[in-house]
């Protein structure tokens, strides 16, 4: 039986004054479309993360915020004031935007402390080395403040990067795949700083990554792109427990699916038979249930359960992965991973039984 | 802190976009093509008895002379550059670290020069006959054999030996692309060290190699200098001699356009192996190079082997000029020569700074509207490297001749002024053909200087504040300084040791110091045009110089 679906609401998100607002905005290259129609709206102090597979239009979208990129269609407004629409655009120089790159984009003619430097030109120069010396503080890149770019470590280069892009004092910040170039382990350690940096900065800031765990660690709002469109937009929370659609669902990590008919607004599978509302009779549907809403009992029978065989179990730290074979009449087992916290790994061969929590089941048309 | 004021003002006035590069870059693609098309266009034109005249008497010595010589110097190139940059690349022998740098020296000599040098010394009044008469007592030619160095066999040598630096350059920086990793695996796969060569090191480096044998062709093709000396008769030495004794452009333009059969098929090479490069580059890791240790007595021949290049190529003609310099530079260092070195100056000045400029406005062009129209423009544009100065001159002669024919038949039949010649037989004509030959040159090293400047730097300028012009200057101009400057010293440089376009093309009784050190040769004064000839060599020893302190520092693997 499923279960109604609860969604564990997050902090009522504030009411933020618009810092970035973005309307009916499209572009093409040639004849391509790579932003379609997109609305969106970043307060100030907000984290908004534009996520989703490569080539999907989020660089694009940085990019007409930023003004580096003329505007075709819709409009962009900074603070309320008009910046950009089909007819022309403030200059990237007078948008008042910061910018952080993949490649960081250091001059690799200046220090670190003239690179944050370079930014704040219209300050008298005793007032430019103090601000850039706070920035560079601020990102514990005080001690490098006399370097150049080329002796700099990858983590290092990030923070200088995010030190000038900061130290004007932007209103919008814009950040594209910021975190890429560093490795795995260096990534999480500055990601987190850049976390409390970004929260302390007020900024209202854009970041465009194509790492979903990225996203959710960062972002108050997820924007998920697929070519050109944004295909969901809300709080990761939301993102993850009512997903719009199969994509959305199976993009914040692996998925179990299942194909099933309607029939009498439910759907009957090998897991038990759950409520397709909304669906016609007969319409042919496509189950998403995420690893970790499989729960299994060893041994035991639980009530409504269904026996399982393990094909194999995994330690992957946290949590371990176990494969699973269901029997269904008539066709091929059916293959099924569940994710289980801790350490579960019955031998292969055995039977397990499987429930389902039904807040991680979704009903989706197939072929969506 | 000064909060940002922007936010607050009223919004700036909305910008239009303004597109003027296309405009710039278009026109002087179009100027530095124009005398390749004019030749084209005179060749078209009907034959003249001297083309007939020429094709049934010289044409098949001009062919068979220049296919000669590009046999002889592409295998005598191959075999030395490649030769020589196994040896310094992958073996430790004594002194290889100076010869690995000093085998670019011969790049300083001019072909010509070397020629001077060679033959003075091996000629029948030379002091290595006169030695040998001496030696054994003989009075005539006729008492001995000696081989005749004023021949297709000389004219092989002197090139082979101040051309192999091409090769040389990229099969050494083929080499260390490629060592480490894929060497060392195919010697753990069981092969000796010269069979990592011949089946591994060899086959990879083969489009390298292939470029760098065609870029020496390309110089053997447009040589003038050296092969008249040496009396070996070649489309170059013909178009001139045409050109300038007879005056028959048509004919001119016919031998040009055979020329550029040739050259062609050279670009064509150069082309297809530099496309093929790519695809057997093997790595972007590079490690230290360990290098094969060799026995003493191995190391020493090896040491001899590169060596003898640097000799033959830059250390000996060096030295036979710098002892006639000594002796003749009291009455030859006069006014004349002066004048002919200020002239030099001031053209190679002149020329360096402006396929400077026109290189950074084309090199923008390509970077701010990367077009199909303008990246097409800017190829053609770089196609003057490959076209001998003959050739170039031909061109810049006849189409400013038909400009000013026709500047002057408009002002006579509108204003009744006669404007007379504007444009040809002035320094201003010597300067563009220049310019149309080395913009190449310029273009490419100021172009690899500018893909420094990453276009996420011009980004992030401009969201700090910074507007295009601010962004030029305090962003790209400091970056790319060093190769605007390189590229103005190549050019320079070049300009300094061009013959055959400034004789062609310079306004009567401008001598510069190839154009004295030339006149002297032909008139069998070769200890007299020492003094010049060594001046051009000093010049050209500052970017070979400039050359292998790049080669010491940028090897991969080493340093960062």
Same mark, same amino acid.
């Given at each position: 039986?499923?279960?109604?679906?609860?969604?564990?609401?997050?902090?009522?998100?504030?009411?933020?004054?618009?810092?970035?607002?973005?309307?009916?905005?499209?572009?093409?290259?040639?004849?391509?479309?790579?932003?379609?129609?997109?609305?969106?709206?970043?307060?100030?102090?907000?984290?908004?993360?534009?996520?989703?597979?490569?080539?999907? @239009?989020?660089?694009?979208?940085?990019?007409?915020?930023?003004?580096?990129?003329?505007?075709?269609?819709?409009?962009?407004?900074?603070?309320?004031?008009?910046?950009?629409?089909?007819?022309?655009?403030?200059?990237?120089?007078?948008?008042?935007?910061?910018?952080?790159?993949?490649?960081?984009?250091?001059?690799?003619?200046?220090?670190?402390?003239?690179?944050?430097?370079?930014?704040?030109?219209?300050?008298?120069?005793?007032?430019?080395?103090?601000?850039?010396?706070?920035?560079?503080?601020?990102?514990?890149?005080?001690?490098?403040?006399?370097?150049?770019?080329?002796?700099?470590?990858?983590?290092?280069?990030?923070?200088?990067?995010?030190?000038?892009?900061?130290?004007?004092?932007?209103?919008?910040?814009?950040?594209?795949?910021?975190?890429? @170039?560093?490795?795995?382990?260096?990534?999480?350690?500055?990601?987190?700083?850049?976390?409390?940096?970004?929260?302390?900065?007020?900024?209202?800031?854009?970041?465009?990554?194509?790492?979903?765990?990225?996203?959710?660690?960062?972002?108050?709002?997820?924007?998920?792109?697929?070519?050109?469109?944004?295909?969901?937009?809300?709080?990761?929370?939301?993102?993850?427990?009512?997903?719009?659609?199969?994509?959305?669902?199976?993009?914040?990590?692996?998925?179990?699916?299942?194909?099933?008919?309607?029939?009498?607004?439910?759907?009957?599978?090998?897991?038990?038979?759950?409520?397709?509302?909304?669906?016609?009779?007969?319409?042919?549907?496509?189950?998403?249930?995420?690893?970790?809403?499989?729960?299994?009992?060893?041994?035991?029978?639980?009530?409504?359960?269904?026996?399982?065989?393990?094909?194999?179990?995994?330690?992957?730290?946290?949590?371990?992965?176990?494969?699973?074979?269901?029997?269904?009449?008539?066709?091929?087992?059916?293959?099924?991973?569940?994710?289980?916290?801790?350490?579960?790994?019955?031998?292969?061969?055995?039977?397990?039984?499987?429930?389902?929590?039904?807040?991680?089941?979704?009903?989706?048309?197939?072929?969506? | 802190?000064?909060?940002?004021?922007?936010?607050?003002?009223?919004?700036?006035?909305? $910008?239009?976009?303004?597109?003027?590069?296309?405009?710039?870059?278009?026109?002087?693609?179009?100027?530095?093509?124009?005398?390749?098309?004019?030749?084209?266009?005179?060749?078209?034109?009907?034959?003249?008895?001297?083309?007939?005249?020429?094709?049934?008497?010289?044409?098949?010595?001009?062919?068979?002379?220049?296919?000669?010589?590009?046999?002889?110097?592409?295998?005598?190139?191959?075999?030395?550059?490649?030769?020589?940059?196994?040896?310094?690349?992958?073996?430790?022998?004594?002194?290889?670290?100076?010869?690995?740098?000093?085998?670019?020296?011969?790049?300083?000599?001019?072909?010509?020069?070397?020629?001077?040098?060679?033959?003075?010394?091996?000629?029948?009044?030379?002091?290595?006959?006169?030695?040998?008469?001496?030696?054994?007592?003989?009075?005539?030619?006729?008492?001995?054999?000696?081989?005749?160095?004023?021949?297709?066999?000389?004219?092989?040598?002197?090139?082979?030996?101040?051309?192999?630096?091409?090769?040389?350059?990229?099969?050494?920086?083929?080499?260390?692309?490629?060592?480490?990793?894929?060497?060392?695996?195919?010697?753990?796969?069981?092969?000796?060290?010269?069979?990592?060569?011949?089946?591994?090191?060899?086959?990879?480096?083969?489009?390298?190699?292939?470029?760098?044998?065609?870029?020496?062709?390309?110089?053997?093709?447009?040589?003038?200098?050296?092969?008249?000396?040496?009396?070996?008769?070649?489309?170059?030495?013909?178009?001139?001699?045409?050109?300038?004794?007879?005056?028959?452009?048509?004919?001119?333009?016919?031998?040009?356009?055979?020329?550029?059969?040739?050259?062609?098929?050279?670009?064509?090479?150069?082309?297809?192996? $530099?496309?093929?490069?790519?695809?057997?580059?093997?790595?972007?890791?590079? $490690?230290?190079?360990?290098?094969?240790?060799?026995?003493?007595?191995?190391?020493?021949?090896?040491?001899?082997?590169?060596?003898?290049?640097?000799?033959?190529?830059?250390?000996?003609?060096?030295?036979?000029?710098?002892?006639?310099?000594?002796?003749?530079?009291?009455?030859?260092?006069?006014?004349?020569?002066?004048?002919?070195?200020?002239?030099?100056?001031?053209?190679?000045?002149?020329?360096?700074?402006?396929?400077?400029?026109?290189?950074?406005?084309?090199?923008?062009?390509?970077?701010?509207?990367?077009?199909?129209?303008? $990246?097409?423009?800017?190829?053609?544009?770089?196609?003057?490297?490959?076209?001998?100065?003959?050739?170039?001159?031909?061109?810049?002669?006849?189409?400013?001749?038909?400009?000013?024919?026709?500047?002057?038949?408009?002002?006579?039949?509108?204003?009744?002024?006669?404007?007379?010649?504007?444009?040809?037989?002035?320094?201003?004509?010597?300067?563009?053909?220049?310019?149309?030959?080395?913009?190449?040159?310029?273009?490419?090293?100021?172009?690899?200087?500018?893909?420094?400047?990453?276009?996420?730097?011009?980004?992030?300028?401009?969201?700090?504040?910074?507007?295009?012009?601010?962004?030029?200057?305090?962003?790209?101009?400091?970056?790319?300084?060093?190769?605007?400057?390189?590229?103005?010293?190549?050019?320079?440089?070049?300009?300094?040791?061009?013959?055959?376009?400034?004789?062609?093309?310079?306004?009567?009784?401008?001598?510069?110091?190839?154009?004295?050190?030339?006149?002297?040769?032909?008139?069998?004064?070769?200890?007299?045009?020492?003094?010049?000839?060594?001046?051009?060599?000093?010049?050209?020893?500052?970017?070979?110089?400039?050359?292998?302190?790049?080669?010491?520092?940028?090897?991969?693997?080493?340093?960062?």
């Amino acid at each position: 039986m499923s279960q109604p679906v609860r969604l564990p609401e997050a902090a009522p998100a504030p009411q933020r004054e618009p810092a970035l607002e973005l309307r009916g905005v499209s572009h093409r290259y040639g004849g391509k479309l790579a932003v379609a129609a997109v609305d969106l709206t970043v307060g100030r102090g907000e984290i908004a993360c534009l996520v989703g597979p490569s080539g999907c @239009g989020k660089s694009t979208l940085l990019r007409l915020a930023a003004g580096l990129e003329p505007l075709q269609t819709g409009s962009i407004r900074i603070n309320g004031h008009l910046v950009a629409d089909p007819r022309g655009s403030v200059p990237p120089e007078k948008r008042g935007v910061g910018l952080v790159f993949q490649d960081y984009a250091l001059f690799p003619h200046l220090t670190a402390l003239d690179n944050v430097r370079f930014g704040l030109s219209h300050l008298p120069g005793e007032q430019q080395k103090r601000r850039a010396m706070e920035t560079l503080g601020q990102v514990g890149m005080a001690g490098f403040a006399d370097a150049y770019p080329h002796v700099l470590s990858g983590g290092q280069q990030q923070r200088v990067a995010l030190a000038r892009a900061l130290a004007p004092q932007p209103r919008v910040l814009l950040l594209d795949e910021p975190f890429s @170039g560093l490795d795995p382990r260096l990534r999480h350690q500055v990601r987190d700083d850049t976390l409390h940096v970004l929260k302390s900065s007020q900024c209202a800031v854009l970041l465009v990554t194509h790492d979903p765990e990225e996203a959710m660690f960062l972002a108050d709002r997820i924007a998920l792109m697929r070519e050109g469109r944004f295909a969901q937009v809300g709080s990761p929370v939301e993102l993850y427990m009512r997903p719009a659609d199969s994509f959305v669902a199976s993009f914040f990590g692996e998925v179990n699916r299942l194909e099933a008919v309607v029939a009498g607004g439910r759907v009957a599978t090998p897991l038990g038979s759950f409520a397709a509302k909304g669906f016609a009779d007969g319409a042919r549907v496509e189950l998403v249930v995420r690893p970790e809403a499989l729960q299994l009992h060893r041994g035991a029978q639980a009530p409504g359960a269904v026996l399982a065989r393990v094909e194999a179990a995994r330690l992957l730290g946290r949590t371990s992965l176990v494969h699973l074979a269901v029997t269904q009449p008539g066709a091929a087992p059916l293959h099924l991973h569940a994710r289980v916290p801790g350490v579960f790994l019955p031998p292969e061969e055995s039977l397990v039984a499987l429930t389902l929590d039904g807040d991680h089941v979704f009903v989706f048309p197939q072929g969506a | 802190m000064t909060a940002l004021s922007w936010n607050d003002a009223p919004a700036p006035a909305l $910008r239009r976009r303004f597109n003027g590069w296309s405009v710039a870059t278009a026109v002087l693609a179009l100027l530095i093509v124009l005398p390749l098309a004019t030749v084209m266009g005179f060749a078209a034109a009907p034959q003249t008895e001297i083309w007939g005249h020429l094709a049934s008497t010289v044409l098949g010595r001009y062919v068979l002379n220049s296919l000669g010589l590009m046999v002889g110097v592409g295998l005598g190139t191959l075999v030395v550059g490649t030769g020589t940059a196994w040896l310094v690349t992958m073996c430790r022998f004594p002194g290889r670290r100076v010869l690995e740098w000093a085998l670019l020296l011969p790049l300083a000599m001019p072909a010509y020069v070397v020629a001077y040098t060679y033959a003075g010394v091996l000629d029948y009044a030379g002091p290595v006959q006169g030695a040998i008469r001496a030696l054994f007592g003989f009075t005539s030619a006729r008492d001995y054999w000696f081989p005749h160095f004023r021949s297709l066999g000389g004219a092989v040598a002197v090139l082979t030996a101040v051309l192999y630096p091409y090769v040389y350059l990229l099969a050494r920086t083929a080499f260390l692309g490629q060592c480490a990793c894929v060497l060392e695996a195919s010697r753990t796969l069981g092969q000796s060290p010269w069979q990592g060569f011949s089946r591994v090191a060899l086959p990879l480096a083969r489009p390298a190699l292939a470029v760098g044998v065609a870029l020496a062709l390309m110089e053997v093709l447009g040589d003038f200098g050296a092969v008249q000396h040496l009396a070996v008769d070649t489309f170059t030495t013909g178009l001139t001699r045409v050109w300038l004794g007879m005056g028959d452009a048509p004919a001119a333009a016919q031998l040009a356009v055979a020329l550029l059969g040739f050259i062609g098929l050279l670009v064509a090479l150069e082309r297809l192996s $530099r496309r093929r490069q790519r695809f057997h580059h093997a790595t972007n890791r590079y $490690r230290t190079l360990s290098g094969y240790r060799l026995s003493p007595l191995r190391g020493l021949l090896a040491m001899l082997a590169c060596a003898l290049p640097v000799l033959l190529g830059f250390v000996l003609p060096a030295g036979i000029l710098g002892a006639w310099a000594v002796e003749t530079a009291p009455q030859m260092v006069d006014g004349r020569f002066w004048l002919a070195a200020g002239n030099s100056l001031a053209v190679a000045g002149i020329a360096a700074a402006a396929a400077t400029l026109v290189a950074v406005i084309l090199a923008y062009g390509l970077r701010l509207r990367p077009n199909r129209m303008v $990246r097409a423009t800017v190829r053609l544009a770089g196609i003057g490297y490959a076209v001998p100065g003959p050739v170039i001159a031909l061109g810049v002669m006849l189409a400013f001749t038909a400009i000013d024919g026709w500047v002057d038949g408009a002002m006579t039949a509108a204003f009744g002024i006669s404007t007379g010649l504007l444009l040809s037989g002035t320094a201003f004509a010597v300067i563009f053909a220049y310019v149309v030959r080395f913009l190449a040159l310029s273009l490419g090293t100021v172009e690899s200087g500018l893909i420094r400047v990453k276009p996420h730097m011009d980004d992030a300028a401009r969201s700090l504040g910074h507007g295009p012009g601010s962004m030029l200057r305090r962003v790209h101009a400091p970056i790319i300084k060093g190769s605007v400057l390189t590229a103005a010293l190549l050019v320079f440089v070049d300009v300094m040791k061009e013959l055959p376009a400034t004789l062609m093309l310079r306004p009567f009784g401008f001598d510069t110091l190839a154009v004295r050190a030339y006149q002297l040769a032909s008139d069998e004064r070769l200890r007299d045009c020492a003094p010049a000839a060594l001046a051009i060599v000093l010049v050209g020893l500052v970017p070979v110089l400039v050359l292998s302190a790049g080669i010491a520092r940028a090897r991969p693997g080493q340093g960062r």
